[in-house]
């Protein structure tokens, strides 16, 4: 049987890479083979495409360059690691995918969502998890979050203005609402645990068709 695809979104400090990494053993423990990844990036490729992106060169990119860059990264990673991984009958848990680049390009970037689809369906054939954790936290928790985690050093895009980041927000709050049937969405600005055991729930009816 082919494996399945999750995928974890959310803004900076939504605590995605906590919920990945947890859920990810959470599954090895239950028996389901499962690989833990992350975007930009989970191939070698892709992660040199990932410093481009977040420690430009020069000027930096203009949204259409980043969204591109952002495909073409995720375009190795499906072909190189997901697709063969779901195809061997493993779990893919990654932290970020294709929303990702909705939320951020398309919506707070002004690509467009139907431009970022595009790319997707060129570089990815257009593949979309089995379901997307999206993971919610009010600003003023994600501020506090990605402070005491990365103090005053931030990346290209983690840097950008908070109207960016409230604009990514909403973006990912319509996508959910469109597609409930593959969003969950999880308040995040609970503790870990409280975070993961709502995940689980989540996840629960994957497991069961699996089985
Ligand atoms: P990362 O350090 O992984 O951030 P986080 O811990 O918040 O996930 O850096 C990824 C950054 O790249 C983050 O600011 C979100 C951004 N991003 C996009 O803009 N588009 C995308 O498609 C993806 C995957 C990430």
Redesign the pocket.
């Known amino acids: 049987m082919a494996g399945r695809f999750i995928a974890f979104e ?5 605590g ?2 906590t919920q990945a990494r947890m859920l990810a053993s959470w599954l090895e423990e239950c028996g389901v083979s499962c690989d833990l990844t ?4 989970g191939t070698a490729g892709a992660e040199a495409i ?1 410093a481009l ?2 420690d430009p060169p020069g000027e930096g990119w203009g949204a259409q360059a ?2 591109l860059l ?2 073409a ?2 375009a190795d990673h499906v072909a190189r690691l997901i697709l063969p991984a779901i195809e061997a009958g493993r779990w893919v848990v990654c ?11 398309g919506g707070a ?1 002004g690509v467009g969502d139907a431009d970022v689809r595009a790319l997707h369906a060129i570089g990815s054939s257009g593949l979309l998890p089995d379901l997307t954790v999206l993971l919610t936290v009010s600003p003023e928790v994600a501020e506090a979050r ?1 402070h005491s985690r990365d103090g005053d050093v931030v ?4 840097g ?1 203005p908070a109207a960016y980041h409230a604009a ?1 927000a909403e973006a990912f709050a319509t996508m959910a609402l469109a597609e409930p049937a593959r969003f969950a969405v999880i308040e995040g600005g609970e503790g870990p645990d409280a975070v993961h055991a709502a995940v689980r729930a989540a996840v629960a009816p994957l497991l069961e068709e699996a089985e």
Request: proline fraction near 3%; glycine fraction near 16%.
């Open positions: 959310g803004g900076e400090g939504s995605k890479s992350r975007e930009p990036g990932r992106l977040l980043e969204a952002f495909a990264a995720r932290d970020r995918f294709l929303d990702s680049s909705r939320a951020y390009q970037g990605t990346d290209a895009i983690g950008r990514v």
